[in-house]
């Protein structure tokens, strides 16, 4: 983003992510990714620099950041190391949702506590029977006294093993000739009745981690229900899910970046034929493609995160965004990996880990097919359609 459009405070706020990210964070990750070894002394640091309080307004102790400059801390915390991005993704998500939709009570109790990192917050949406189509999730909460007793089983729960808080979508049991209908809770996670069952072996992010929680009858006390609403979850779900998927994109693009450096390094570096890999068109063709993808993607980032920033909805440019992001930080990072030759396969080669990281961003917050039906559902309308140019 244009420094110039930064007020002081963000800039600095940008400058202290970005020294934090060349001076502490880069020389450390290899070791600590070979190693199996939890960051906590990073993670620490993060809290200090109040990284877990993007999402979070002043007024609750977080910097209440504004979305774009939200997307840019992203972006250069996932160039740096994309799995510090991944412990304040969702936590900033389940952050950003209280914020928005929470009771007074609500933000007192959580916020706070999510600002400075002492409490962790994830999103338990998915089910091991239902991901894409969460219309058909199981967890039902039922009336429990003055409250409600929760009973659910959520799968692939980012940082659920070290979570505090969560943020679970659960329907209500069915009345007859009523349509099913889904509310958020916040659910603490020592809780009597919650458990973490599974802990998941993924083709990347070694260090995050991933559960199965099983919430067993957990008794919910009223104002458990995120705003004090019944039958509110899924618009409130959906508008959330636009600050995950520019968060998502954002870090895309932070990937993106990292793999692009890697391989203009590597490419100024490695001889073949007498003359380094950058003296060869074919190197350079490849990374002007990459270069021109990385542009594309940081725009539309950008874009949603303005349109978000600007009051409203914006399913349609944030799902473009992540898709398109994701899809290019694919496409680069593996583009890094040609470039690299045999060493793009070697562990102790960044590129290698960033391939096999950027398949998730293609996953996480709705596939990106299931993104493209939200921008097909939203082609009928009229709204962005005119807004994107798109309409005759
Ligand atoms: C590492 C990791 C971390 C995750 N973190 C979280 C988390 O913190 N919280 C959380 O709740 N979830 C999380 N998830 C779950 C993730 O959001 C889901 O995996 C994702 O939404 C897809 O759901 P699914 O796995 O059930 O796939 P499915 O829904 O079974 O989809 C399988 C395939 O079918 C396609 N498909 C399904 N329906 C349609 C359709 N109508 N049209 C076209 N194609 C369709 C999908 O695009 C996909 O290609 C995580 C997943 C992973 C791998």
Redesign the pocket.
Known sequence: MNLADLTEDEQAILGAVSRFVEERVRGEILRLEQAGEYPQALVDEMKALGLFGLAVPEAFGGLGLRTTVFAAVMEVLARGWTTLAAYVN?HSTVAHAISTYGTAEQKDRFLPGLASGEHRG?????EPG????LQSIRGTARPDGDGYALTAS???????AKATVMLVLARHPSVADQKPHFSLFLVEKASPGVSVTTT?H?TG?DL?D?VQIEMDAVRLSPDALLGAVEGKGFPQLMEALEIGRIAIAASAVGLAANALSEAKRYAAERVAFGVTIDRHQGVQFRLADMATRLVSARLITREAARVKESGGRCDMISAMAKMQASDEALAIAHAAVVVHGGAGYIRDYTVERLHREAL?YT????????NR?VIARRMKGEGEMAYLGLLP
Request: net charge negative; hydrophobic share 35%.
């Open positions: 969702s994830s999103l338990c949406l998915t239902a991901g894409s189509d959520k799968t692939y729960v980012t940082n659920g998941f993924k992010f995050v991933t998730l996953i996480g917050e709705g596939t990106n097919d299931i039906l």
